[in-house]
């Protein structure tokens, strides 16, 4: 393995175990806990969160989302529907992988593939409606 391989590799792992730790902690705005479905669901995309066929109905073939009113539920209490929630932690996780100056040179392509998104357009769009610039422009800026 590359050297800028093992780079990539933890520094996403540090973002998912980032993500994994936060989850411990989750409460609504009001200080109530998460209920353990929707924890449940938060911690299944944390632990399978590059991988590109995550989506509601990857969770959905594997139990984890049971009906629509635990997607409302976990909307409830992440702010956040299960999509735009995988998609707000791809591109956080991204950022880490553009802000490395040794990784200068890695295409946006490749970015979007390590991050689990299969289309690098898929990412752009994810990325513009999140930071309200694409990443190459991101990526300069920082």
């Known amino acids: 393995m590359s050297i800028y391989r093992k780079i990539i590799k933890q520094k996403l792992e540090d973002y998912r175990s980032q993500l994994s730790g936060c989850l411990l902690k989750m409460k609504n705005e009001n200080g109530i806990p998460w209920p353990h479905e929707v924890t449940a669901v938060s911690r299944f995309i944390s632990r399978r969160l590059y991988h ?21 539920q976990f909307e409830y209490y992440a702010g956040l529907k299960p999509k735009s929630y995988i998609n707000l932690h ?3 996780a991204s ?3 553009l802000r490395l ?4 040179k890695m295409s946006i392509l490749k970015v979007a593939y390590h991050v689990g998104y299969r289309r690098p357009s898929t990412y752009i769009k994810a990325f513009k ?7 190459g422009k991101w990526r300069k800026k920082s």
Request: proline share 8%; charged share 30%; no cysteine.
């Open 90 to 92: 791809r591109v956080s």
């Open 101 to 104: 100056p040794k990784l200068g």
């Open 129 to 135: 409606r999140q930071e309200g610039v694409s990443p």
């Open 52 to 72: 590109p066929d995550l989506d509601i109905s990857y969770m959905k073939d594997r139990g984890i989302i049971k009906s629509h009113r635990l997607s409302g």
């Open 95 to 97: 950022q880490k992988l």
